[in-house]
């Protein structure tokens, strides 16, 4: 038995987002396990890193699946690359030990949030960053970043009621520069609740245009209260970059 581990990007205009949902066929997983099922003629059930929203795009989504078949992994890229949409690609394959699992063996990700900062909206980049007409202050915004560092339990920068297992996170960096009219945020750290990157997001612009003070981001972590935060930016502003393991 061989284990395969891909690594995906996606544009995720037209997807409901990763994860399979029953017979739709409007995800990424399922579209992948379509073409799968075509090159090994086996029904397989591909494993991602983590689950990524309607709309969210990815340079470096990684899943794992195991197969039978013996087909080079050359001949195996190539199979994926013209079969899935163009929409999907495979832009790395490799052959793992059988016990790696793309979920339960990433130790780290980084996600990344565009934002198009001028009273005026861009058409070219409106399928993959957030219109955001007011101005802000980068200083600002990356001095509230700061007290976002470390670990903490981010329930109250998610989009979770309440949660079994455990919301503390650990953030190693936020970076938020400045090219033009497009403001970059990356976000990196061992995990990212469900959403939390984009109310994360939502919240530094806030205090970045004067709307919100950055003493909410101590509120917040604090006192777990999500209404506090921002507001969560839509999801076509925001991409997984990478996976680490």
Excluded at 111 to 119: C, F, G, L, T
Aim: zero cysteines.
């Amino acid at each position: 038995m061989r284990n395969i581990k891909l690594t995906i990007e996606y544009d995720g205009k037209r997807y409901l987002g990763w994860q399979r949902l029953g017979d739709n066929d409007k995800t990424i997983q399922e579209k992948i396990e379509g073409v799968i099922k075509l090159l090994t003629n086996e029904d397989i059930e591909i494993i991602g890193s983590g689950r990524t929203d309607a709309g969210t795009h990815a340079r470096g989504q990684v899943a794992n699946f195991k197969t039978t078949v013996t087909m080079p992994l050359a001949e195996m890229q190539q199979f994926f690359n013209r079969y899935l949409p163009q929409d999907i690609v495979v832009n790395h394959i490799e052959e793992v030990p059988e016990r790696f699992h793309a979920r339960y063996h990433a130790v780290g990700k980084q996600y990344s949030y565009y934002v198009w900062s001028n009273p005026v909206p861009t058409v070219f980049e409106r399928n993959r960053s957030f219109h955001f007409p007011q101005a802000v202050d980068l200083e600002k915004m990356q001095q509230a970043a700061e007290k976002l560092i470390g670990t903490h339990d981010f329930i109250g920068f998610s989009a979770l009621k309440k949660s079994k297992k455990s919301t503390t996170r650990t953030i190693e960096s936020i970076t938020i520069m400045q090219e033009g009219n497009m403001i970059h945020f990356a976000f990196n750290g061992n995990g990212f609740l469900h959403k939390m990157v984009r109310i994360l997001t939502g919240t530094l612009l806030a205090i970045g245009a004067g709307e919100l003070d950055e003493t909410i981001i101590d509120q917040v972590l604090n006192e777990k209260i999500r209404q506090a935060a921002g507001e969560t930016v839509p999801s076509h502003g925001l991409f997984l970059d990478q996976v680490y393991y």
